[in-house]
């Protein structure tokens, strides 16, 4: 089992930053790919961000190319979303999740991922 815990969320202003952190614990880090999803009142899921166990290649959604930044430091057992450019559509629960180096799948879906966190709230006001 791998256990994750966002945090980093709260209030802020349409053009701010935020920092989102996702701790793991539970089996070693380096043996995951971690994503980023987020989930706005009435709306499915949707992927924001990803990144392979050793940091090599990251995806993201093209809506938030050059705003949202993924990265990860293994020895933290830590991944991070920078979130740059805030804009109120960008207001959602963010969850972090993780998937077993092994898998191939695409990492833009949900059902590839193996653990998931509960979730940190952003929100952003105009």
């Known amino acids: 089992q791998v256990q994750l815990v966002e945090s980093g969320g709260g209030l802020v202003q349409a053009g701010g930053s935020l920092r989102l952190s996702c701790a793991a614990s539970?089996?070693?880090?380096?043996?995951?790919?971690m994503g980023w999803f987020r989930q706005a009142p009435g709306k499915e899921r949707e992927f924001v961000a990803a990144i392979t166990w050793n940091g090599g290649t990251t995806y993201y959604i093209d809506s938030m190319k050059g705003r949202f930044t993924v990265s990860r430091d293994n020895s933290k057992n830590t991944v991070y979303l920078q979130m740059n450019s805030l804009k109120p559509e960008d207001t959602a629960v963010y969850y972090c999740?993780?998937?077993?180096?092994?898998?191939?799948?695409?990492?833009?879906?949900?059902?590839?991922?193996?653990?998931w966190g509960h979730g940190t709230q952003v929100t952003v006001s105009s």
């Open positions: 539970g089996r070693p880090f380096g043996g995951y790919g």
């Open positions: 999740a993780a998937r077993a180096a092994r898998r191939s799948g695409d990492y833009y879906r949900p059902h590839e991922y193996d653990y």
